[in-house]
């Protein structure tokens, strides 16, 4: 596997949970929540692919169970698209499903009252599916 940052986002119509990994690919953790609607998103962005300098981004891709397209798939595909003019590393859309649900549960589980977290379930989601794409990356050689 190849040494550098990755990093994922988990887009969404109000929130965007944005994930990193360490230089080894070894642990994906939360980093931030921005505004989807926010006139300085790009610049925020870009902000952050300055400090952490990515080899990958990672953008969830919503999927229903039966691996149909969801409505929402479009709108992430437009974000990567977005992204990958702000870059020059690849960026890749990888399902989602479930990262959401799964980051609620762990964080009920752990006493968080999902109303009150919505901006770190959002960075949940978006380690899980950093978390899922560093499995990819590792089965891939």
């Given at each position: ?23 080894d690919g ?56 977005m992204l ?58």
């Open positions: 596997m190849q040494r550098g940052r990755r990093i994922a986002f988990d887009y969404g119509d109000v929130r965007i949970g944005v994930a990193v990994c360490d230089p070894i642990l994906a953790s939360p980093l931030t929540t921005l505004k989807a609607t926010d006139n300085r998103l790009q610049f925020q962005i870009t902000q952050i692919f300055t400090e952490y300098a990515p080899i990958h981004i990672y953008v969830g891709k919503p999927s229903h169970m039966d691996g149909r397209e969801s409505e929402s798939a479009a709108k992430a595909s437009t974000f990567a698209k990958s003019e702000l870059t020059v590393c690849p960026v890749t859309l990888i399902d989602e499903r479930l990262s959401t649900v799964t980051a609620t549960r762990n964080m009920r589980d752990s006493g968080v009252n999902s109303r009150d977290a919505r901006a770190s379930i959002d960075q949940a989601a978006a380690v899980a599916i950093l978390s899922f794409a560093l499995e990819i990356e590792k089965k891939q050689g």
